[in-house]
Every structure is written in C-alpha cells, then in structure tokens.
C-alpha cells in the first residue's frame, strides 16, 4: 500500500521525515514574517552592523600596512658609495646550486663611476669594466674572503 502513496525514488522513513518537516517550517515562516515592519527595521540593522564591521576590517587593514610598511623600511640599509670604495657584488647565479651556507658575495671591485638612479661603473682586478646596481654591492672593510666555489656537475655520482 505504501507504493501507491510514495512518490517514486523515495523511502518510507523520507516520507515520513518530509511530514514532520512541513508544518514546522510553514509555522516558522508564519511567525517570522508576522510582522513586516519589525522584520525589516531588524534586517536594516544587520546591514548597518555589517557596514561597520567591513568598515573596521578596512581600517584595521590600512593600520596593518602602515605598520609592516614601517618595519621594513626601518630594516633598509641606506648605503652611501663612493668613487674608489673596495666593494662586493652579490652574486645571483648561485641559487642554481642551492645551499644555505654557501658565499654568495663575490670580489673585490672598485667603483670607478658612479651614475645617477644607483648604477656604478665597477673595475674588477683583472682589468673589465661592467655596471651594476647598487642595490647588489656592499661595501668591503678589508679581510680574507671564503673563496667561491661552484660544485663541478660532472663530480656527481650518476644514477643506475
């Protein structure tokens, strides 16, 4: 007899869960929209609560970059070059190799010129010439320096 009544596709027990389910949310919806003007002086509410939370969220943001923007700046170095200074460049190509403790400032070279917006004409002992951003030098203070080495391909052992 439940096959006649029963839609098909569905269980006795979802049938059963559907009925219960009806009046409940037919008397829910009765009392929450009784009344039409509470209901939306609530709903204005929630939105002018909302708008002052994002409101809050942006200011706290703003704050959150001025602080950060602040600390970083602080940790900038602001180096001064000069035309004969001893300095070293920081070499990039060795993040092909990685390593943690490896030496990544190669020189001595000395500023020769220097150009406007940080670019330096440097002189390497061996006599050429090439520009670089200051961005990559720092000045040397005299001192042995760890030679650089770059790990030979060839001396690692192959895979069988």
Known sequence: QWELILPVGTLSWQWECLVHFIPNTYWALKHI????????????????????????AYENSLI????????????IKNRIFNVGDQVLLFNSRLKIFSGKLKFRWSGTFTIAEIYPYGTTNLIHPDGCNFKVNCHR???????DLPPLEIPDVTTFPKDN
Do not use: P
């Open 33 to 56: 929209n009784f009344d039409l003007r509470t209901a939306g002086d609530h709903k204005k509410f929630q939105l002018n609560e909302l708008c002052e939370l994002r409101d809050q």
């Open 64 to 75: 959150y970059k001025e602080r950060t923007k602040k600390l970083h700046d602080d940790k």
């Open 137 to 143: 030098l720092k000045h040397y203070h005299g001192g």
